[in-house]
């Protein structure tokens, strides 16, 4: 199935009630994991670049990797955190058939016109955008914010009618990172809630949602790593927002980030003659298929969704 933009794929999941799992990839081995994992539960999926993975992979290299595919199910190409209109284009111009625009730091008015210009130009090209309201703390890739800003609801309803964007990723107390939360997690429901009063039916997407499993953590720290209190979005809290709420789109990296990293230290933990690149990469490969599939399966509910769009 050829890439497809976001109407469609949005519109199902908030009819009925799933999300669909937005997963960062910097190279073949995550690539295809997240394709395999999506595919064998026939699930419509979302794959994304950030800036910086883009500047370590190439945007070329990125491109001909997903266009290489042959898996049967809806996928989007999404660039993550595009900060410039130029990021943007990039990414249109290089088949991205959605992209993020975040200019969720500029001025209200600034990120207004920044997005709407981003919209014009991807919607005459037939590319659906996203763009953010609010701030969310932590520290990935090239985002980094040492404080929050719940995104304000009214704030929201104005943004969208101005802009015309197609999805808005909202602020209700997720984080980037590996470590999410300095006390009881919990996110505002309340916020979400007047924001889809004012806005109903539209897309809304959750970024900084990774669950960080310890289970994961402590495997890695026996292993050799040295990761400490890492903490996520317990998994309860992600199955509540996107099935009874509008939350469409759910995004997982640092999550990923663990899985593949576990592997790769496991090899090498437990075969210290392995100089075969091949092997722990496998093994990384195999954590990344099995974090997808529990998403997929358990937390967003968009196995078997794939043939219904």
């Known amino acids: 199935m050829s890439l497809q933009n976001s109407t469609k794929l949005y519109a199902h999941a908030i009819k009925h009630n799933y999300a669909i799992g937005a997963f960062n990839f910097v190279n073949l081995e995550t690539l295809d994991a997240i394709l395999k994992a999506a595919s064998d539960e026939k699930s419509p999926v979302i794959v994304q670049c950030s800036t910086s993975a883009i500047?370590?992979?190439?945007?070329?290299?990125?491109?001909?990797?997903?266009?290489?595919?042959?898996y049967s199910i809806p996928i989007i190409l999404n660039l993550d955190h595009g900060k410039t209109f130029e990021d943007c284009v990039n990414a249109i111009n290089h088949g991205f058939t959605n992209v993020m625009i975040d200019g969720s730091t500029l001025e209200f008015s600034e990120?207004?016109?920044?997005?709407?210009?981003?919209?014009?130009?991807?919607?005459?090209?037939?590319?659906?955008?996203?763009?953010?309201?609010?701030?969310?703390?932590?520290?990935?890739?090239?985002?980094?914010?040492?404080?929050?800003?719940?995104?304000?609801?009214?704030?929201?309803?104005?943004?969208?009618?101005?802009?015309?964007?197609?999805?808005?990723?909202?602020?209700?107390?997720?984080?980037?990172?590996?470590?999410?939360?300095?006390?009881?997690?919990?996110l505002k429901l309340d916020v979400l809630t007047k924001i889809e009063e004012l806005l109903p039916n539209f897309p809304l997407v959750l970024h900084g949602a990774s669950s960080i499993d310890n289970t994961m953590v402590e495997k890695l720290n026996k292993y050799?790593?040295?990761?400490?209190?890492?903490?996520?979005?317990?998994?309860?809290?992600?199955?509540?927002?996107?099935?009874?709420?509008?939350?469409?789109?759910?995004?997982?990296?640092?999550?990923?980030?663990?899985?593949?990293?576990?592997?790769?230290?496991e090899t090498l933990f437990s075969s210290p003659e392995t100089v075969d690149i091949r092997k722990y990469l496998e093994n990384g490969k195999n954590y990344v298929y099995s974090t997808v599939k529990n998403k997929i399966k358990n937390v967003f509910f968009s196995s078997n969704k794939a043939n219904l769009i």
């Open 111 to 186: 990120n207004i016109k920044l997005t709407k210009k981003v919209v014009e130009y991807a919607h005459a090209r037939g590319v659906t955008v996203e763009a953010e309201l609010g701030i969310l703390a932590g520290i990935e890739d090239e985002v980094n914010s040492h404080f929050s800003n719940y995104t304000n609801p009214m704030q929201a309803k104005q943004f969208v009618e101005q802009t015309g964007v197609d999805s808005l990723a909202i602020a209700i107390g997720t984080s980037h990172g590996l470590r999410k939360f300095k006390q009881t997690p919990n």
């Open 224 to 265: 050799g790593a040295n990761v400490k209190n890492a903490n996520g979005v317990p998994e309860n809290m992600l199955v509540e927002v996107c099935t009874k709420h509008n939350i469409v789109k759910i995004n997982m990296d640092s999550d990923l980030r663990i899985a593949f990293t576990l592997g790769v230290r």
């Open 55 to 70: 500047k370590y992979a190439g945007i070329n290299n990125l491109e001909a990797l997903i266009k290489a595919n042959n």
